[in-house]
């Protein structure tokens, strides 16, 4: 049996994942942002093995949220999954003086990939909406471009396929993918998403515990167990070295390259 660690996993696709794996004997770990939704997650699927706590949204608490998992030993598997919601009104600046998209689903994996002990299995959930993107490296934190929520979310998914290729480059030794989930009815997308949560949650259980030789790749992009197309931008090496930089050089935290 696997030891699976799932970020954002209080409610929505994140906790569906770990009652899926549960149901299958395998050991998961939550992720709650806060202790409130910690007191949630113990409720709502009270087998876990623990529930970590800490906000992506801040460098120091996702620090946190590494060791405390650390502490817990290895793990098979990572599941990326946490973001932030697709609408904002307007640029919101976290305390480390980031944007909060780019914080929460950009610097937060990152900083969780160069710091938690190397699974065998990492899975980054991106979204169809990285397509057609093209990232602006200069401006990566919206301070000089008009605020625009799609456009900003959309470019931090694609930075979560940067960061799923980069690894899988890296380390050949870990299976490193992203995954398209689709639009579902989750506090995120809301109640009138088309999508079918059951079948949203089986490719990231699936790419992290199986041993089917569908699931035991790297470098690639899927939907509903299927690898499917993605921009091919994600695959520029140059793009997913200046966003190793970038994210490197705004954290602090070096991400190892050595196998």
Same mark, same amino acid.
């Given at each position: 049996?696997?030891?699976?660690?799932?970020?954002?996993?209080?409610?929505?696709?994140?906790?569906?994942?770990?009652?899926?794996?549960?149901?299958?004997?395998?050991?998961?770990?939550?992720?709650?942002?806060?202790?409130?939704?910690?007191?949630?997650?113990?409720? !709502?699927?009270?087998?876990?093995?623990?529930?970590?706590?800490?906000?992506?949204?801040?460098?120091?608490?996702?620090?946190? &949220?590494?060791?405390?998992?650390?502490?817990?030993?290895?793990?098979?598997?990572?599941?990326?999954?946490?973001?932030?919601?697709?609408?904002?009104?307007?640029?919101?600046?976290?305390?480390?003086?980031?944007?909060?998209?780019?914080?929460?689903?950009?610097?937060?994996?990152?900083?969780?990939?160069?710091?938690?002990?190397?699974?065998?299995?990492? &899975?980054?959930?991106?979204?169809?909406?990285?397509?057609?993107? &093209?990232?602006?490296?200069?401006?990566?934190?919206?301070?000089? !471009?008009?605020?625009?929520?799609?456009?900003?979310?959309?470019?931090?998914?694609?930075?979560?396929? @940067?960061?799923?290729?980069?690894?899988? *480059?890296?380390?050949?030794?870990?299976?490193?993918?992203?995954?398209?989930?689709?639009?579902?009815?989750?506090?995120?997308?809301?109640?009138?998403?088309?999508?079918?949560?059951?079948?949203?949650?089986?490719?990231?259980?699936?790419?992290?515990?199986?041993?089917?030789?569908?699931?035991?790749?790297?470098?690639?992009?899927?939907? @509903?167990?299927?690898?499917?197309?993605?921009?091919?931008?994600?695959?520029?090496?140059?793009?997913?070295?200046?966003?190793?930089? &970038?994210?490197? *050089?705004?954290?602090?935290?070096? @991400?190892?390259?050595?196998?």
């Amino acid at each position: 049996m696997s030891r699976v660690f799932i970020t954002g996993s209080t409610d929505g696709l994140g906790l569906l994942v770990a009652e899926f794996l549960v149901s299958q004997g395998h050991h998961v770990v939550l992720h709650a942002r806060n202790s409130a939704r910690e007191v949630d997650a113990k409720r !709502r699927l009270p087998v876990a093995e623990a529930v970590v706590t800490g906000d992506l949204s801040s460098i120091a608490q996702t620090r946190s &949220i590494a060791e405390q998992v650390n502490r817990l030993g290895r793990f098979d598997a990572v599941i990326h999954n946490a973001g932030t919601d697709y609408y904002a009104p307007c640029r919101i600046e976290t305390k480390d003086g980031l944007s909060h998209h780019f914080a929460v689903n950009t610097l937060g994996p990152y900083i969780l990939t160069a710091l938690i002990k190397r699974p065998k299995r990492l &899975i980054y959930l991106s979204s169809s909406m990285h397509r057609g993107t &093209i990232p602006d490296c200069s401006d990566i934190q919206w301070k000089r !471009r008009s605020w625009n929520s799609s456009a900003a979310y959309s470019e931090t998914k694609l930075h979560d396929l @940067l960061l799923a290729f980069a690894a899988a *480059r890296y380390w050949p030794d870990v299976f490193s993918n992203a995954v398209d989930p689709g639009w579902m009815p989750t506090r995120m997308g809301g109640p009138h998403a088309p999508g079918d949560l059951n079948e949203g949650c089986r490719t990231q259980a699936w790419l992290s515990v199986s041993s089917d030789a569908a699931a035991c790749v790297s470098g690639k992009y899927f939907h @509903l167990m299927r690898q499917q197309p993605h921009d091919p931008i994600a695959k520029d090496e140059n793009r997913q070295d200046q966003l190793i930089e &970038i994210c490197g *050089r705004l954290s602090g935290i070096v @991400l190892n390259r050595l196998c």
